[in-house]
C-alpha cells in the first residue's frame, strides 16, 4: 500500500469571485470570513505555502457594524519616521473618511504577515458603495 500526499502546484489553482454586502455586519466577524476565503482555507486543496484563495468583493464598507465604544477608543496610529511624525485617529473618524481602508486593515492584520500576505490581500476589493466593476468575473454571493 502506498500512500501519497497531494501537493497542489500553480497551474492546478481555480479562483473563483465573491460578493459580500458589510451592510450591518460586524466588522471583526466579516474580516475573519473574508480572510478565510483569501488564504484559500475553504478549500479542500489549502496548501499553507501557496496563495490558493479566491477574489473577494466587499460592497457598502460605509454601513458596517461596530461599537459605540469602538468609534471612540479603538484607536490607528502611524509614524512617519520624522520627528512630531506620530500621526493617531479613531475608528469613528476613519470609517466616515476612508470606510474602504476600516476593512481593508481589519482583514489584513488576520493574514499572514509576510509576502504571501501581502499577495492574497491584493485579491480583495473594498467599495464603500452598492456599486462595484467586477460583474464581467460573475461574483457569486459568499455563505
Not at 56 to 72: E, F, H, M, Y
Request: charged share 30%.
Amino acid at each position: 500500500m502506498t500512500t501519497k500526499t497531494y501537493t497542489l502546484r500553480g497551474p492546478e489553482i481555480e479562483r473563483r469571485w465573491y460578493v459580500v454586502d458589510a451592510t450591518d455586519e460586524t466588522l471583526g466577524r466579516l474580516a475573519s470570513r473574508i480572510a478565510r476565503v483569501l488564504e484559500g482555507k475553504h478549500k479542500p486543496t489549502y496548501t499553507p505555502n501557496l496563495d490558493s484563495g479566491d477574489h473577494v468583493i466587499v460592497l457598502n464598507a460605509g454601513k458596517i457594524a461596530v461599537s459605540r465604544d469602538k468609534l471612540t477608543s479603538k484607536v490607528y496610529a502611524r509614524h512617519s519616521g520624522y520627528p512630531q511624525g506620530y500621526k493617531e485617529e479613531t475608528l469613528g473618524h476613519l470609517l466616515e473618511r476612508r470606510p474602504e481602508e476600516v476593512v481593508r486593515r481589519a482583514v489584513k492584520g488576520m493574514l499572514p504577515h509576510s509576502r504571501l500576505g501581502a499577495k492574497q490581500l491584493r485579491k480583495l476589493k473594498i467599495y464603500a458603495g452598492s456599486d462595484h466593476p467586477h460583474q464581467a468575473q460573475r461574483p457569486e454571493p459568499l455563505a
